[in-house]
């Protein structure tokens, strides 16, 4: 789908539906508002009708069309819910809403009305950006496999008209840039959206690959050998019992300028996990092929920062495996050795995520010394049960780290809530045979002992943890209670809250 930004008017462009945003009406005033004079003009007086009917009230996600006298197309009235109310999020999901609401009904352009949609808390800059997330990713749709049931939007236009043409330099900016990251994440969730008999590890490999050759980043491709070589037993150990062997991928990004602070960020790529020997139940096992979205953000994550140019420098980790059980699998009870002489009992082979990030996050501390880090993961059902599907969990040994990931989520809409880790989950993840167990025998706070887990590993230096196991993707049935941006399948959660990050981090 096109994006584009008009110096014009929604109501003069050339598009198939012109959407106008209005607040809710308030009880104590319903007089028909002055900002749908010229909408209601281009319907003969249609919208009027409507409103004094009470069939218009601009509640929220509310769509009233109404089909233009004086030429071909429609006008649609969406409802932004109460002004007092109105931020970016709430205009995300506004035009998501509105764009899946009239595709497929002779719809291949659709134009928003920039006026609109900002307010006194809401910015011409602030609503571009949330209009370019709302359309860019509420038109998205996997079609990979299957043709789409209704033909796909061709154009999506943010039109200034008089109110902000003035600005059109400034907001231009704010919009290429927008327009840039949700690319990226259209991008990110086709790779994703993979099968597992697609996307195994050497396919994402390969993905890593062409991204380097594209946006001229550096990439390493650690294969078994090189795994074993470098001491990486947890990749060895969760992959050993698949034919497509693990594999490491370490892509560079150089920032912008000298003495730039070094950001990594780290993610789990399971390409499938069956659970390995303590194989999970079949229901829903298919939806593990999106155990791999930490790391595929990360590959997003650095195209966008490459695409944007951001300040800091980038390294971007990929723990690649496929977890399935074999004579060759690892077992309960194993010791593995991870990156840098951790030992981890195994007590659980289907808490795996968490054995590769073993071997990441010290390689990536121990070989780049980053100035922070920060992982995300697809990793434990205890964070669904504690935040639902929409919000990844934050752990953090670092308050201003975990500051500005809250900052970047408050900017993008991807929820986030920081949790605790404390001694008591520290103690609880030790092991009586090795240095710590990836698992523990009591089924309590379980986000929070992967948490502890994992600081075992990342160093002394700021890290932050984003458990993103019901973020990560939708189905069929979280489908109705997630933002209208969200589409069936992968959601590429972390990319657009990062990117934000990096961009914000040397300010």
Known sequence: MRLRLDPGGALAADADVSIVGIPEAPGKDPSFPSSLAAANAAVAGAIQRGWDSGEVRGRFQELSVFHRIERAGRVVILGLGPRDRLDAERIRRAAASAVKGVRGKGTRRVAFHL????????????????????????????????????PPLEEGTICLGTEHRAQARTLGRAFAQEQSLIETVRWTREIANLPANEAHPSRLASEAEELARAEHLKVTVYDEKELARLGCGGHL???????????MIVLEYPGVGAKVPTIAVVGKGITFDSGG????????????????????????????????????????VMACAENVPSGTSYRPGDVVKAYGGSTIEIANTDAEGRVVLADALAFVVGQFHPDAVVDLATLTGAQVVALGDDMAG????????????????????????????????????????????????????????????????????????????????TTITTRRLQPAYQGIGATAFGVRLITRFLLDYAR
């Open 115 to 150: 006026a609109s949609f900002t307010g006194r808390s809401v910015s011409p800059e602030v609503a571009v950006r949330a209009l370019t997330d709302g359309i860019g990713l509420g038109s998205y749709e996997f079609t990979r496999y299957k043709a789409p049931k209704e």
């Open 237 to 247: 150990a969760v992959g050993g019992g698949s034919a497509h062997p693990p594999r």
């Open 277 to 316: 020997i303590s194989i999970k139940p079949s229901l829903k096992m298919g939806d593990m092929k999106f155990d791999k979205s930490g790391a595929v953000a990360v590959l997003g994550i650095l195209r966008a920062a490459a695409r944007l140019r951001v300040r800091p420098r980038v390294i971007g």
């Open 394 to 473: 934050l752990l953090s040994n670092n308050d201003r780290l975990a500051t500005r990931i809250l900052a970047a989520s408050k900017a993008t809409g991807e929820p986030v809530w920081r949790m605790p880790i404390t001694d008591y989950h520290r103690e609880l993840v030790k092991s009586e045979v090795a240095d710590v167990r990836n698992s523990i025998e009591i089924p309590l706070a379980g986000m929070l002992t992967a948490g502890a887990f994992l600081e075992h590993f990342a160093g002394s230096g700021p890290w932050a943890h984003l458990d993103i196991a019901g973020a990560a993707y």
